[in-house]
């Protein structure tokens, strides 16, 4: 979408001068625990609290400069202002859906529960958000600050002064509500801030569990990061000075607490999940220099177990809740960034790769259930992280949730800061693709976000959408307004440019001097086009997928020359002027993927696409292929397409997961191939097994493509030879194999 040049205007002038600073209240500390005390000095209704630390500069700080400052990243994003999100496109449509929903949504709801906690008047027919975050609710508040990240996402990626106005109002509106609550003198800090009254933290001290108290330093997050993110995206300084006197109160709180005291209230399931509280206190930091917010960030570490575990590689996250300690090594990498030591890098890095692959589905998501095992009982809840390599054991339940998978994208994202590795940016192709793209529904609604909490994987699961004031909703809020966040990346020195992601997008690289141009409807093509605009040296970095066989570009119309590597970034080093173009093709392959568990458990892709096959019926579907190989050795003749991205196969539709609606679905299928079989000559002799679960046929196919059907046979004869020594055939059998292989010559013609 196309900002009109009002809104850029509008966007050039907050950045610079930003806007008024909060005023000041007095309030008297009440000691840490105390839920109130005598009251406070009066302060005027609309003032906002002043923070104990660092002062607040008027002028405000773009997302891209605030990304420039950290010290310890080797690549850097751009700004959501720097990328704009070109229409007609597949991620522009669902975004689009999302943007109609913010546009419509009243700013009081996003206030009403902090107008009620704070003592001030309601507008005539104000509602709270609902859901989760209704009017009575123990996570009231949480839905709200995924609103303000919306909202403000939405903004930088648009200029659409709507959705700033919405963020400015809410900012001052809290502010109000914040000035109320310090004047009340019911809190401990006159910075407190929160849609309900301190008793949930009170009683998080003394080690309250869920239900009484639900995640209350989760909804904090919710509400800072929200704050942080009107002040970074939409320039509102005000934002900066309310969030900053909400550091200060929870500095307040957790500071005098002992470490055993805080490793308990974090080890409490539901109750201690405290979101990416760590990062945005460690964001503070970085925005004032007050060592204390960095402290504080520190004070949640969970140390408890997980903490040190991870430091160690010691892989004890079965049955943990995966959202709650996803967001924790954010946290700690930007702890990292801020001068902590390399143990936080090491936490978060070990703990990715205990889920990437390990626990990860094809679609990129985690948890699930499974049944009892002789080392592990039985888990029932869909939230909880699976054993490490349970993968077909662990998808019958609902599994997935949603919003694991927005927060591993995060990580994903955090740890390529740190070391470029394609394999950070393979993962993160594969989920948004898949897990966040299908979790939109691909309908209009501005009273609903339309998202999933799980996206299952079970055979004949339907999706569900909704989730208004849910945890996923919210996520899902911010999901569908940030596709662009992770396309470019720049080196340290901006004398690399990476390209991730093929969406078609704008960039604008000022600092540089260079404007981008990606034109694709990617992953609905296979093509796309960067046009540059700009003069200078510059490497272009163009990553290539690990499932590319046949990657190819050209420069200026001239194809590039030379070997490309599947899993890595091809480099471009030149002298580059205004127009020079750079074409990619990336030819999509259809592919097989086994669950690490069970290799008969298989799940198939189009290049980085997910094809589920439709249909309901809650039993895996049985699918043969190598019946239809040919020399090729690939799935040109088994899965066919029929248009519009679809294939079919063994009698089934298959259909990318990015379509979004409730049909039934098979992500997974089980490979059935019970006997060995070229084209229509069956042999009648079983496709046995090895004990590594080889089977005979596998073992042939391994090694196409064939460049003939003597190479063909001759690779038959050696596999058959094998099986006889081995006891697995008889050499009847072997012939009978053979015979069929040789009578399959003119059907396996490529």
């Known amino acids: ?426 993962y993160y192709e594969r989920t948004l693709l898949n897990h966040i793209l299908g979790s939109k529904r691909d309908t209009e609604s501005t009273t609903t976000p339309n998202v999933t909490y799980f996206l299952p994987l079970t055979p004949g699961s339907t999706r569900g959408y909704g989730n208004t004031g849910t945890c996923c909703g919210g996520s899902g809020l911010e999901n569908h307004t940030k596709y662009q966040e992770s396309v470019y990346f720049r080196s340290a020195d901006n004398s690399t440019l990476y390209v991730n992601l093929y969406v078609a997008s704008v960039l604008t690289w000022e600092a540089n001097g260079f404007i981008i141009r990606q034109e694709t409807d990617y992953p609905r093509s296979e093509q796309s086009k960067l046009t540059v605009q700009g003069r200078g040296k510059l490497d272009i970095r163009l990553r290539v997928p690990g499932w590319a066989k046949d990657f190819s570009v050209k420069i200026n119309g001239v194809a590039r020359k030379g070997a490309v590597t599947p899993g890595s970034y091809l480099s471009i080093q030149r002298n580059w002027k205004p127009g020079d173009t750079i074409e990619v093709t990336i030819p999509f392959v259809l592919r097989l993927e086994k669950a690490l568990d069970d290799p008969d458990v298989q799940a198939i892709f189009n290049g980085p696409v997910l094809l589920p096959a439709l249909g309901t019926g809650n039993t895996f579907r049985d699918f043969s292929f190598y019946r239809r190989y040919t020399l090729a050795g690939d799935l040109s003749r088994a899965v066919v397409p029929a248009g519009d991205g679809t294939f079919t196969t063994n009698e089934h539709t298959l259909r990318p997961l990015y379509v979004g609606d409730t049909q039934a679905h098979h992500v997974y299928f089980r490979r059935s191939e019970p006997t060995v079989v070229f084209g229509t000559h069956d042999s009648g002799v079983p496709n046995r097994e090895r004990a590594d679960g080889r089977s005979l046929l596998d073992e042939v196919w391994a090694a196409a493509p064939f460049k003939n059907h003597s190479q063909f046979m001759t690779r038959v004869s050696r596999v058959s030879t094998e099986w006889v020594q081995a006891g697995l055939i008889t050499r009847d059998e072997r012939w009978a194999i053979i015979t069929a292989a040789g009578n399959a010559e003119d059907e396996l013609k490529s």
């Open 1 to 426: 979408m196309v900002a009109d040049q009002h809104a850029l205007d509008r966007r050039r002038f907050l950045r610079t001068v930003g806007a008024v600073t909060a005023g000041t209240v007095a309030a008297t500390q009440l000691p840490v625990g105390a839920a109130s005390a005598a009251p406070a000095a009066a302060a005027p209704a609309r003032a906002a609290a002043v923070p104990d630390g660092a002062a607040v500069t008027a002028a405000t700080l773009s997302q891209g400069d605030f990304y420039d400052r950290n010290p310890r990243w080797v690549v850097k994003p751009f700004g959501l202002d720097q990328v704009e999100l070109l229409d007609g496109t597949l991620f522009a449509e669902k975004r689009d859906r999302v943007l109609n929903l913010l546009r419509a949504y009243p700013a009081d709801r996003v206030l009403h529960n902090f107008r009620v906690t704070a003592g001030l008047p309601l507008p005539e027919g104000s509602s709270p958000p609902g859901g989760w975050d209704d009017a009575t609710g123990n996570l009231r508040g949480h839905y709200s600050g995924h609103l303000i990240t919306a909202f403000a996402q939405a903004y930088a990626s648009t200029g659409d002064a709507l959705f700033q106005d919405k963020v400015d109002y809410i900012v001052a509106e809290l502010a109000a509500c914040q000035a109320a609550m310090a004047a009340s003198g019911k809190y401990s800090h006159p910075g407190f801030l929160a849609a309900y009254p301190e008793d949930q933290f009170v009683r998080l001290e003394s080690f309250a569990t869920y239900p009484t108290i639900w995640a209350p330093y989760y909804t904090c997050h919710k509400i800072m990061r929200g704050l942080l993110d009107a002040y970074l995206l939409a320039g509102n300084a005000q934002a900066l000075a309310v969030v900053t006197a909400m550091g200060d109160w929870v500095h307040s709180r957790l500071s005098v607490l002992p470490r055993e005291t805080l490793n308990r209230m974090w080890a409490i399931y539901i109750a201690g999940e405290y979101g990416g509280m760590n990062e945005v206190m460690a964001d503070l930091h970085a925005l004032t220099g007050d060592a204390k917010y960095l402290d504080t960030a520190k004070c949640f570490d969970n140390r408890q177990s997980l903490f040190d575990a991870c430091v160690e590689d010691r892989d004890i996250i079965t049955r943990l809740h995966a959202n709650t300690h996803v967001p924790q090594f954010v946290g700690y990498l930007r702890v990292f960034d801020q001068g902590a030591e390399e143990t936080y890098h090491a936490a978060a890095e070990n703990f990715w790769h205990m889920v990437v692959p390990h626990r990860m589905y094809a679609h990129g998501g985690t948890s699930g259930t499974w049944p009892a095992t002789p080392d592990l009982p039985a888990n029932t809840n869909a939230e909880l992280f699976q054993p490490r390599g349970n993968i077909a054991g662990s998808i019958a339940g609902n599994g997935a949730e949603t919003c694991t998978s927005y927060n591993l994208l995060k990580v994903a994202r955090n740890l390529f800061f740190h070391d470029p590795d394609p394999t950070y940016m393979e």
